[in-house]
Structures are given as C-alpha cells and as structure tokens.
C-alpha cells in the first residue's frame, strides 16, 4: 500500500466499504435462508410423522400387514418423502417402502415433543413417531367389529419412521445463493464505476503537480501548473507556482552569493597554507619535547631507583639485625614511604608512555590462575589488617592457559583490587573471572572486582578515569594514590583489546569490571600431577572460596563432600558412605582460639585423618597454631594451589605427585646443591654493596666489580657462573662490557643479566637484543635475585626466612604457650637477645596486667586499649603466640567497639598471662631457647 497511486487508494476506500457490507450481508441473509429451509424441511417431517403415527394404529394394533404396507405406500406419493418404515413394539419391522434409509447421522439424535425424535442425515432427515393405543379397542368376542372409544391408559403398540429427503431443500439454498451473489456483483460494479469517474478527477490534477514539482526538482524553477478546476487543487497549484517563483529569485541570489564565497575561501585557502607550515614547525618542535621527555624521565627514573634501590635494599638488611621496637617502626615507615614512592614512579612512567604511545603488549603463554593468586597472596595481608574478607573465584569454563601479557594482567588486578581493599572499611572483597565467548584458538575474558566499600556517586565516577583525579577531594589526602592507577588501567585494558566498566553505589560499595581478548594455545595448562581415586570432605563456609577449592579438587580428579558448618562435616565423617582419605578444614583468625574452635579442631583428630588447615592470615603464629591444634599443614587464604597440590600430596602419601615449580622459560631445570660463582658489576657502591650482601644471604659466591672494564677482566681471570651487569656506568657501559664479554673464548652461553633502573616500554627488548639473557628492574629484593639465580643456574638457595620455615616448633603443650622458634627468628636467631625481650616481658607483665584490670573496672575504654595495645606490641618481639593472639583479637575489638566481645576475651587474656607466668615459673626457657637455636643452626647448616 505504500507505493500506491493516490487514483488506486481513492478506488480501494470508495470500493473497501461497499465490499465489506454486500459480503456481510449477503453471507447473512444467505445463512439465514439456509437455516430457514433446514427448519422448514425439519417441521414438514415432523408434522407428517405425526399424522403417520395415528393412521398406522389400527393396523400395528391387529397386526395387518396388508394395511400398514398400503399406509407406506401412500406416504411415498408426499414431496420430498424417500422411505417409510412401521415397526411393532419390538421394534421389528412390519412394512417398509421406498429405499434403505440412510444411516450416516450428522450428531446425536434430537428429542421432540410427544416423543419424536428427530435424526439427521448427510441427504434426509428421519423423524421417528410412536404409536399408542389410545383411540380403538378390539374386543376378545367380537373379532370382525371394532368400534371407538377412548382409553384410559396409553399404551406403546410400536413406531412409524418417516425419512425426508433434503436434495430439493439443498437445490432452493443454491438458487438463492447464486440470485444473492448477481445482486452483489451488480452492486459492486456500479460502485467501481462511480469511483473511477470520481478517482480520474482527482488523480488527473495530481498528477499534473507532481510533473510540475519534479521539473521542479530538477532545476527547472521556470515551469508552472495550469489546472482548471477549482477547490483545493487550484490553491495548491496556485501555491506551488508562488513557491517556483521564490525560488527562482533565491536561485539567482544564491549563485551571486556563491562567487563572493568562492573568492573569499581562496583568501582563505591563502592563510591557511600559511598556519599549516607553522603547525608543522610547531609539531616538530612538540615531537622533539616529547622524545626529550622520555629522556628526561628515564634519567630521572635512573637517577631515583638507583638511590632508592639502596634504602629499600639496607631497609631490608638492617630490619633482620638487632633492633628494638622504636628502631622497627622506624624502618617500616622507611620501607612503606619507599614502595610508596617507587610506585608513584612506576605511575608516571607508565603515564609516559601511554601519552608516548610505546605500551607495549607481550604475548606469552602463562597460568591465569597463577597471575591471581600472585595478586591476591601480595594484597592479602592489607586486606587481613582491615579484617576484610577476601575471595576469588575462577570459573571452570574458562581457559586457564592463556596468552597475552602476564606483567600487565597483574597490574591492572593489583591497582583495583589494591582500590577495592583500600576503599573498603568493612565487609568483602570478591574477584570472579568468567569467560565471555571462545571460539578458533580466541577468547574473551571478563574479570569483576566488587567490594563493600563507601562506593560512589553518578559524579565521582566521571571523575575517577581522569588523570591525576579522585573521586573526592580528601581521598588523596585520607587514603593515598596518585588517581593514575584508574586511568593506567584503562589503558592497559584497551590495548588489551577490552573495556572496563564501573558500577558504584553511595555507600553500598563498587564493582570493577573488565574484559580483555587472550588466545588460547592447545597445550594442557595443568602441570600438576592428578590425584584420581582419592577422596576428602572440605569444610568452608564462604561460598566462593568453597567454589574455588571445589574446582581446583575437581581439576585433580579428588572426589570431594563440600561442608558449610562443622556439623556436616561431622555427619560426613561419622556416615559410612564416605570413605575419606584427607580433611580440608578452613579456620577464621577470628576463631582460633575459640575453646569450641579447639575443641572441633580436637574431635577432628581423632578419626586420624590428614588435616590441611586453611586460615584467612599470613601470620606465621596463626600458622604455628593451626599445627599445634593437630592440622597436618596449613596454609594461609587465599592460597597458592601449587601449596595445597604439595600438602595434599604429603596428606595423601602420594610422594611421586612432588613437582618442580619453575618458571616458564627456566633454562636449567636440574637443582644444583653446589653455590655459584655470581659476579656483580655496579659502578653505584651502595647499589653494589647491597646486591654482594643480598647474594651472600644466599650462601653463594659474590665477585664484586664498580666498572665494565673490571667486569671483563674478572671473567678473564676467575670462573664466573653468572653475572649481573648493571647497564648506565660512565666510560664503558653494561652493554658494552656484556659485547666485549660475549667476544671472550667461551662466554658465548654466560648468563648475563641486566640491572637497570630505566623503566622505558621497549627497554627489555632492546637489552635482550643487544645480548643480554634477562632484565632485572632496581629496586631489586632478596627474593628476585634469588630466583634469577635459580633460573639460570639451577642452584636453589635456602633464604633466611625459608630456613625459619624449616624449623617449626613442637606441638608440645609448653610451646602452645612459648615459642622458641618465633622469639629466636624475631630476634634475629640471637639467643641473648631472645632471652632479654623475655625477661622483659615477664617483668613487666605483672604491672600492666593490673593496669587492665584497673582500666577495664573502671570502663575507661580509651586508658584499656592503650594499656592492650602497649602489651600487645611487647609480645610481637617474644615468641607467646597464645598471648599475642589473644591481644591482637582484644585490640582489634576494642577498636571496633563491639562490646558483646569484650567480656570473654578479657577472660581470657587473664587466663592467658596466667598460664604463661606459671609456664616460666616451672621451666628453663633459657635452656629452650639456647635448644632451639642449636637446632636451627644444624638445621641451616645441612641445608
């Protein structure tokens, strides 16, 4: 209908109405006709089944066939009237004539007054009548008379069935059906008829104007319409032609218009090829302050980390001395306002070259569940501080083996989780990672990030993706940050080919969220060996940390019971249906000195199952503890499952499950027992005292040089395993000393490593192009070097704190109160010193605690958790993991306010000084101390 003529739409409304009334008409009044034949057919047969019934009486009556016969018979000669048949009572048939009655019925059977029941058929209709005795009586003695009378009671001597053919009925619908159709059809072409004649003088004028508005269109504003008739046509015609006109003036002053234009945009034209030689001047001079730029903060990033590679690395050092508490507060603070700063340079670095254009996106192969649990291992404990509950959740339909860039994977998790944690004061933070879509070696994954924090306004959230800017103006100043960490993100997310989205509410917390597009190699990416065919009950009352866990244990072939209270996991264990072999139990550190929490932890041993214990700390006393209260091993929440691989392995028994835990790309993968010779070559003394220490920490060999040309000398003269090569030094720099060394017969394959404090998006490639093996960024830790040692000379060394971890303490009862192991490491495994702080702490336990006691009478809240805080912070230096614990929890709840708390743990914190002074009473903690030590120095000694 849209690209109908107007002449066809006035045809289809003048025709459209007479249509629609001759149809419904004509179908009405010839369903009306129909019904009144059918009915009129229906009562002609009742009427003579009536008058049949009373005739047949005599004759069913006395049994005369003859008559009854002769009855039919003269039925026949009725219109329409096919076939008659009388029936006895029995409904046996006495005369019949005319055909067999047809037999096909249209429905059931109507029932008409005085009993008739009326039958149709596809071409009759049969109407069935009974016949009574109640007009004639036939006496027993009179056989040949009969006279009337009348009787008194009705008697049923048999039926007459009369059937009415329905052909002549069905001939009167089809002429009057055919008469109605010829008067509609006559009507309708009278009615087209006179819509054409009234259509053409509608359509003919039209038509005219619409040839005139095309000309029009065209560009010929002379031609004009010309119409005869009057009304609306004539006015429009009228009107187009004074629109003609109109434009045929503004035509001619357009073109007048048109050449003034044209000759002032060639002026223009002019002055603009002018400007553009001067952009170009000004573009080059802007390209040249940008490379100068990138210059200038590479120097500067150069010239920063090589002094702040000293204070954090001697901040390090001189934390693990003798120092008091006073002097550890002071390096602490050294340490965070260091990380602090070098993590502002890192933001206007990475600043730099997103505004330079040189962010660079690797594509290597890596775990992605690796990538997490490194971030959320690094951000656990600012999450514990605050007693924030921290979860993560990878879901089983993602691929774990991927390829993109690790390092900024990392990095973009780190700053919002680091945000979710930082601007959370309570509640939960929750990482979920699913995937999008998948298809042809690609995939898209989305990564969420929600928190319970004070979350943001319509109007903070514009802000946030702005450089330099936070959601509020105090944030800075109350939480930290540059407000880079957002926008770096972003950055990093879209050269990731993703998007990054918020979703924030005043005070009800934000969700983080962001999808990136990785590729999929067909490589395994579970390197751990399956544990088919064993079986353990994992109690965890976070949902998706029992959903995390529960994957991992799927992913290794490990059946599983899932518990959400300890009750289950007692069902569990008392049911026979379960055959287990190991218990995973996680702890809140909340709860772990509970006297119920011990006494769990007590009915759990006694079914002698492997117990892993899992706990939302870092802190090695609440480790310590876990083990004491009988768990096999325990690990801190969130873990590393490459951790709770080993333990379940060492649970299991399944000693051929151990793997090696190296590094992709790892170019040694034998351990060597034997140290290497590690040459270090800085020309910053500071730099380079700190990296010989560091290394020697390590129990390996260090060759110390302050010049590229002492460097290559070194290598000449000694054996040399490695080196670490640091690359600006003045007359010959790292590069090309590692040139000069690479000439050498033999140092082709020597392991150089670079140590730089540049930062530049391509300096990796170009140092590993200019010879060197791997890249090392200043600030450096113990940690880094240690393995990058490992990884290209396969020698693994025993740290200092992973010899602490070698030794852990007895589950004797004794130790439950005092832990030698933890006085020694926290001082500084010096005996003498250990045995000071204790003594210290014993004579001054005795005053403070009466000064609690006085404080908490007297319910002066601010005077008790001064007093708390004072002992508390004795006992960090004096291996009491009990007291801590028990501190640390008073302290925590006082802060809170949460005063239903207060009560028990005062309770305790009494019976806990008491059990310790009774245990110093009645033992040599002198001589335990002096044990333990000697213990730990075999031990380090064989290591």
């Not at 553009?276 to 120097?299: D, H, P, V, Y």
């Not at 319910?859 to 002992?871: F, S, Y």
Request: proline fraction near 3%.
């Amino acid at each position: 209908m849209k690209n109908w003529t107007i002449q066809s739409r006035i045809l289809f409304l003048a025709l459209l109405p007479g249509i629609i009334v001759s149809v419904v008409l004509g179908i009405f009044f010839m369903t009306e006709r129909a019904r009144d034949l059918n009915d009129l057919l229906d009562q002609r047969a009742l009427a003579m089944a009536k008058q049949l019934a009373p005739t047949c009486e005599y004759g069913v009556m006395t049994g005369n066939v003859g008559i009854l016969q002769n009855i039919a018979n003269n039925m026949l000669e009725e219109k329409d009237v096919r076939s008659v048949s009388i029936y006895n009572q029995d409904v046996e048939i006495l005369a019949h004539a005319g055909p067999k009655m047809l037999t096909e019925r249209i429905g059931s059977a109507e029932l008409q007054d005085n009993q008739l029941q009326l039958l149709r058929t596809e071409g009759s209709v049969r109407v069935r009548a009974p016949i009574f005795a109640q007009n004639l009586v036939i006496p027993d003695q009179l056989s040949d008379q009969f006279y009337a009378e009348e009787s008194r009671q009705i008697k049923l001597l048999g039926w007459a069935e009369l059937e009415l053919s329905s052909s002549n009925t069905q001939l009167l619908r089809y002429q009057h059906i055919a008469s109605s159709l010829s008067v509609i059809l006559l009507a309708l072409l009278t009615c087209t008829f006179v819509a054409i004649r009234f259509s053409r003088q509608v359509s003919e004028p039209m038509g005219r104007i619409v040839k005139a508005i095309g000309e029009l269109e065209d560009g010929k504003l002379e031609s004009r319409i010309h119409i005869n008739s009057g009304g609306e046509f004539q006015q429009l015609a009228s009107g187009i032609n004074a629109m003609a006109s109109a434009l045929q003036r503004v035509n001619t002053e357009h073109q007048q218009n048109l050449e003034q234009a044209t000759q002032d945009l060639q002026e223009t034209l002019d002055e603009m090829e002018i400007r553009n030689r001067e952009l170009t001047i000004g573009r080059k001079e802007a390209l040249e302050a940008s490379r100068m730029k990138s210059e200038f903060l590479a120097n500067v990033s150069h010239e920063i980390r090589t002094p702040l590679n000293g204070i954090i690395g001697f901040s390090d050092l001189l934390v693990r001395t003798h120092v008091d508490e006073r002097q550890a507060d002071y390096l602490d603070t050294i340490r965070k306002s260091s990380a602090d700063l070098l993590n502002i340079i890192n933001d206007i670095l990475d600043l730099s070259k997103i505004d330079a254009g040189k962010l660079i996106i690797e594509h290597t192969a890596f775990n992605l569940r690796d990538v997490l649990e490194d971030v959320m291992t690094v951000l656990a404990p600012a999450a514990f501080q605050k007693e924030l509950e921290l979860s993560h959740l990878i879901y089983s339909d993602v691929p774990l083996l991927i390829e993109s860039d690790p390092l900024r994977l990392k990095q973009i998790l780190t700053n919002l989780i680091n945000n979710a944690i930082k601007f959370t004061e309570r509640g939960s933070v929750s990482v979920r990672v699913s995937l999008i879509s998948q298809s042809d070696k690609r995939a898209s994954i989305k990564f969420e990030i929600q928190d319970s924090g004070i979350g943001m306004t319509e109007e903070q959230i514009n802000k946030i993706f702005n450089a330099f800017t936070q959601a509020d103006a105090s944030t800075a100043r109350q939480f930290g940050g540059t407000g880079l960490g957002l926008i770096i993100s972003r950055a990093l997310v879209e050269a990731m080919h993703g998007e990054i989205r918020v979703n924030s509410h005043e005070g009800r917390g934000s969700t983080f969220s962001f999808h990136i597009q990785v590729s999929t190699p067909d490589v395994a990416a579970n390197n751990l060996p399956l544990l088919s065919g064993q079986r353990v009950a994992l109690l965890e009352p976070s949902l998706l940390n029992r959903m995390n866990t529960g994957a991992l244990l799927n992913q290794w072939q490990i059946e599983h019971h899932d518990c959400e209270n300890r009750q289950q996991l007692l069902e569990a264990l008392n049911s026979n249906e379960h055959e287990l072999q190991a218990l995973i139990v996680a702890v809140s550190r909340q709860h772990i000195n509970d006297p119920q929490q011990r006494l769990f932890m007590q009915q759990l041993t006694h079914y002698g199952l492997p117990l892993i214990a899992l706990i939302d700390s870092v802190s090695h006393e609440h480790l310590e503890q876990l083990k004491q209260q009988g768990a096999s091993s325990s690990l801190s929440q969130p873990f590393l499952h490459k951790r709770l691989h080993q333990a379940l392995c060492r649970a299991l028994g399944n000693d051929g499950a151990e793997f090696s835990d190296t590094l992709p790309g790892n170019h040694n993968q034998n351990i060597v027992h034997e140290p290497p010779s590690v040459l270090a070559v800085d020309d910053n003394s500071a730099n380079l005292k700190l990296v010989v220490t560091l290394l020697q920490e390590l129990g390996i060999r260090v060759i110390a040089a302050s010049s590229g040309r002492d460097a290559i000398d070194i290598v000449q003269q000694q054996t040399v395993d490695m080196v670490f090569m640091d690359i600006q030094m003045p007359g010959m720099n790292g590069l090309e000393a590692t040139e000069q060394i690479r000439m050498l017969p033999g140092k082709g394959a020597l392991p150089v490593i670079a140590l730089t404090a540049h930062a530049m998006a391509d300096e990796k490639e170009a140092l590993i192009k200019a010879g060197m093996n791997d890249y090392q960024t200043k600030p450096i830790s113990q940690e880094q070097l240690a393995a990058c040692v490992e990884r290209w000379t396969g020698y693994r060394s025993l740290s200092p704190a992973a010899a602490a971890e070698a030794s852990p303490p007895s589950k004797s009862q004794c130790e439950w109160i005092f832990d030698a192991a933890t006085a020694l490491r926290h001082a500084n495994h010096k005996v003498d010193l250990a045995q000071d702080m204790f003594r210290m702490l014993l004579d001054s336990l005795q005053q403070d605690m009466q000064h609690i006691v006085d404080a908490w009478e007297e319910e002066d809240m601010d005077n008790l958790l001064e007093r708390v805080h004072r002992v508390h912070g004795a006992t960090r230096y004096c291996g009491v993991p009990c007291l801590r614990s028990t501190l640390e929890t008073f302290e925590t709840a006082l802060k809170a306010n949460r005063q239903p708390e207060l009560p028990a743990l005062m309770r305790q914190l009494v019976e806990d000084v008491a059990n310790l002074q009774q245990w110093a009473q009645s033992n040599d903690w002198k001589t335990t101390l002096a044990e333990a030590s000697a213990v730990r120095s075999e031990q380090f000694t064989s290591a």
